[in-house]
């Protein structure tokens, strides 16, 4: 019997449409959330998330205070930039697109910006946050990941869960989020160096993966009725499409939707949940800023 198959659209849409009603309110106090997307560049995939984010912006209300830069753009003149929204209080969040050209040092940028603008959840203050279970940003994708299995009903309390991939990003904060008390699964967190992954998958009540290679899980990997959740987004060549190519995921979604008790799609999964969640975050940022005065 196939698995449930997880919208994260719909679910993604219900997150934008609360977040909306929340600006409007706050905006009705004098509060105007407001966002700052900067990109270097020109790289494609990189306009292309910057141009979804901009949407997001304005389906729910907030202003969009988005910057385009030239590759030309020095390390000290992105930093300058920075400053100078950290000192702006009508920029609630920042967010610097990656990758950056090859002479910006992306460490020395993510550490720039204001741990309280930054709505990517990046800064190790807030990634400290959530190590230790304080109250900070959460990162967009793997809080998206969270409230995928939450809305799919999937029970994460004494689960065994895996995460494959340790990326700053998702990787690594993910496994820590899955074993905070209030969810306290069990994780194995698996990367390039894990031996026998297979059988440690065939354990998991829950797999998430985050590899960044199309189907690094295969349908013998994964037992039945296990969650299975892909955030990989990898292009593959066909020839069928116009585009040359399609996007797949890092599991083998065909073969373990028979097997899954829900599993999530690529595309339509997690991406979706990702720039919800930065909304979500943007306007707590402008929450906080009423909550400080």
Do not use: W
Not at 11 to 20: E, F, L, P, Q, S
Not at 57 to 64: I, K, Q, S, T
């Amino acid at each position: 019997m196939a698995g449930t198959i997880i919208d994260g659209k719909a679910v993604a849409a219900d997150i934008r449409a609360n977040v909306a009603k929340r600006v409007a309110e706050l905006k009705a106090k004098g509060v105007n959330p407001a966002l700052s997307v900067i990109l270097v560049g020109d790289n494609p995939a990189s306009v292309s998330y910057v141009t979804g984010k901009q949407k997001a912006l304005a389906e729910a209300g907030m202003v969009d205070k988005s910057i385009h830069l030239p590759e030309s753009t020095s390390e000290q003149e992105l930093l300058d930039l920075i400053a100078k929204l950290n000192a702006d209080p009508s920029v609630h969040g920042i967010l610097v697109q990656l990758p950056l050209p090859k002479h910006i040092n992306e460490e020395k940028v993510t550490l720039a910006i204001d741990p309280k603008k930054d709505v990517d959840g990046f800064h190790p203050v807030n990634m400290g946050n959530l190590l230790i279970g304080k109250k900070g940003f959460l990162p967009c994708t793997p809080h998206g990941v969270l409230i995928l299995l939450e809305r799919a009903g999937v029970k994460t309390n004494g689960a065994r869960a895996a995460v494959i991939g340790r990326s700053n990003i998702v990787g690594k904060p993910m496994a820590l989020l899955l074993s905070r008390k209030e969810y306290n699964a069990t994780v194995t967190l698996c990367h390039t160096g894990t031996k026998n992954l297979s059988s440690i998958l065939k354990e998991c009540d829950i797999i998430i993966a985050a590899a960044g290679h199309p189907h690094t899980v295969t349908a013998d990997m994964v037992k039945e009725g296990a969650a299975v959740i892909d955030v990989g987004v990898n292009r593959i060549p066909d020839a069928t499409k116009k585009s040359g190519f399609r996007l797949v995921g890092d599991v083998d979604f065909d073969d373990i939707k028979e097997k899954a008790s829900v599993i999530t799609p690529v595309p339509g999964g997690v991406g979706p949940m990702t720039i919800a969640l930065l909304m979500q975050n943007t306007l707590e940022a402008a929450e906080n800023t009423l909550e400080s005065q």
